[in-house]
C-alpha cells in the first residue's frame, strides 16, 4: 500500500526548533518531488515547500524562507523539514505529499504536477 | 505569487444536486490546476489534475473544466460522503498557491 507518515510534531515555544519526518513505503519515493503542505486551525491549504528526486533544487513559500528546510533520504525512503525560529504563525498541521506529474507529450507544455499521495499529518503547535 | 481565489466559499446544496465550485488564477495558468477534497480531520484526497483529468479512483460524478484564469469543479449527483471542503491548487509555478477553500455543506 502506497502511504506516507508523518512524525515529530508536538509543542514549542516561540523561537525554538523542530524537526518534522516523513516515511514513505510502498514506493519509491526518490522517483518523485516531495512536498510539504500545512494547515492552520480552522484554515485552508498552504503550500509550504517541495524538493526534487536528488534534492538539487528546493523552493520554499515566502514565509518561511531562512528558516525552514527541506531534505531527503532516498536511502531511508524519507522526507524531512527542519523548522528554526518558529514562530505562533507557523502552528498548524504539516502534511507530507507525493508530487506525481503528467506528460502530454505536447513539447509546448512543461509537466503537469500534482499532490496524489498524502499523510495523516503531524500537529505543531507553537506557543508560550 | 499567483493568487487563486474560489467562489463560494461555502455552498448548501442536497443529496442528487449538481454544484459548481469556481476557482479563478490572477494570472493565466493554461491548465496548471489541480482539484482536492478534503473531509474533516482528514489529509486533502485529490479529484483531478491538469484542469480536467479525472485522478484513478474519483467517480466520474466529478469533473472539471477550464483554462487561462477560470476554472470550474463541477459535482452531478450529490452523494452523502461528497459533503467535504475542496480546494483548487495551481500548479504553474511555485509557490504552488491553494485557494481559499469551498465548504459544501448538507441542506
Known amino acids: 500500500e502506497v502511504q506516507l507518515v508523518e512524525s515529530g510534531g508536538g509543542l514549542v515555544q516561540p523561537g525554538g526548533s523542530l524537526r518534522l519526518s516523513c516515511a514513505a513505503s510502498g514506493f519509491t519515493s526518490s522517483d518523485y518531488w516531495m512536498t510539504w503542505v500545512r494547515q492552520a486551525p480552522g484554515k485552508g491549504l498552504e503550500w509550504v515547500a517541495d524538493?526534487?528526486?536528488?534534492?538539487?533544487?528546493?523552493y520554499f513559500v515566502d514565509s518561511v524562507k531562512g528558516r525552514f528546510t527541506i531534505s531527503r533520504d532516498n536511502v531511508k525512503n524519507s522526507l524531512y523539514l527542519q523548522m528554526n525560529s518558529l514562530r505562533d504563525e507557523d502552528t498548524a498541521v504539516y502534511y507530507c505529499?507525493?508530487?506525481?506529474?503528467?506528460?502530454?507529450?505536447?513539447?509546448?507544455?512543461?509537466?503537469?504536477?500534482?499532490?496524489?499521495?498524502w499523510g495523516k499529518g503531524t500537529t505543531v503547535t507553537v506557543s508560550s | 505569487d499567483i493568487q487563486v481565489t474560489q467562489s463560494p466559499s461555502s455552498l448548501s446544496a442536497s443529496v442528487g444536486d449538481r454544484v459548481t465550485i469556481t476557482c479563478r488564477a490572477s494570472?493565466?495558468?493554461?491548465?496548471?490546476l489541480n482539484w482536492y477534497q478534503q473531509k474533516s480531520g482528514k489529509g486533502p484526497n485529490l479529484l483531478i489534475y491538469?484542469?480536467?483529468s479525472l485522478q484513478s479512483g474519483v467517480p466520474s460524478r466529478f469533473s472539471g473544466s477550464g483554462s487561462g484564469t477560470d476554472f470550474t469543479l463541477t459535482i452531478t449527483n450529490l452523494q452523502p460522503g461528497d459533503f467535504a471542503t475542496y480546494y483548487c491548487q495551481q500548479a504553474y509555478n511555485t509557490p504552488n498557491t491553494f485557494g481559499q477553500g469551498t465548504r459544501l455543506e448538507i441542506k
Open positions: 524538493i526534487k528526486q536528488d534534492g538539487s533544487e528546493k
Open positions: 491538469a484542469a480536467s
Open positions: 505529499g507525493r508530487e506525481n506529474s503528467y506528460d502530454s507529450g505536447d513539447y509546448r507544455f512543461s509537466p503537469y504536477y500534482y499532490i496524489d499521495v
Open positions: 494570472q493565466s495558468i493554461a491548465t496548471y
